[in-house]
């Protein structure tokens, strides 16, 4: 089993629609990370957490917002999905500053 | 401001024809470089992290090399199972937990 679980791991939605992606890991870390994988535009962070009661603003958090349920549970949603939010998203995890970063399969969201 | 650089965008090789791969960096305060292999569709998978000047890294033909501007990721006699994007990226300046990626390099290998 993935040490990082990403679902929905395909999602089609409408112009408009809600959408939370989730994701959760096994690896006991305390940081967690949302990014998005553009082509050309190279993997860029959304929202990261250091642990539950901790969240920041990454690069582009515009249209996004996040939930640290729990050390092991980080969500993204979409409140209100447009087209250019179309794109291939990975929750990573590490632990402490300075660590290697582990990420998820992705998920991949199409926005029509 | 932080910055990776991965050259070349694209590299072909035919299988056994060994080469390398360079990250250009330019961050405050190296806190570690990380080297990645992605598969198309697929989350970037770990291969290496290095943290200072000099120090080296292998696994299987891949060796990865660290100076004060600059990584390389040698691949010795590849095999087609090595073609893949190879992500490089370093820790952010300051506490911000961001890691800044490169562009990555597509290395394809032909038998």
């Known amino acids: 089993d993935a040490d990082v679980t990403q679902t929905p791991r395909n999602r089609i939605t409408k112009t408009g629609k809600r959408i939370m992606l989730e994701c959760s890991q096994t690896?006991?870390?305390?940081?967690m990370y949302w990014y998005r994988q553009d082509p050309g535009l190279g993997l860029r962070l959304i929202y990261y957490s250091f642990d539950v009661k901790d969240i920041n603003k990454g690069e582009i958090s515009d249209g996004y917002s996040v939930s640290r349920q729990a050390q092991a549970k980080f969500s993204l949603s979409l409140e209100s999905a447009i087209p250019n939010q179309t794109a291939l998203y990975f929750c990573?995890?590490?632990?402490?500053?300075?660590?290697?970063?582990?990420f998820g399969e992705g998920s991949w969201l199409t926005v029509v | 401001e932080d910055q990776v650089t991965q050259s070349p965008e694209a590299l072909r090789l035919q299988e056994g024809e060994s080469s390398s791969l360079n990250c250009s960096y330019t961050?405050?305060?190296?806190?570690?470089l990380f080297w990645y292999r992605q598969d198309p569709g697929k989350g970037p998978e770990f291969l290496f992290t290095l943290y200072s000047a000099g120090e080296e890294k292998e696994k299987e033909r891949l060796k990865a090399t660290l100076t004060k501007k600059e990584s390389f990721l040698h691949i010795t006699a590849p095999k087609p199972e090595d073609s893949a994007t190879y992500l490089c990226a370093v820790h952010g300046s300051g506490n911000t937990g961001k890691l800044i990626f490169g562009q990555g390099t597509t290395l394809q290998v032909k038998p």
């Open positions: 990573a995890t590490s632990q402490g500053p300075g660590n290697t970063i582990y």
């Open positions: 690896k006991g870390h305390d940081r």
């Open positions: 961050v405050s305060g190296l806190r570690g």
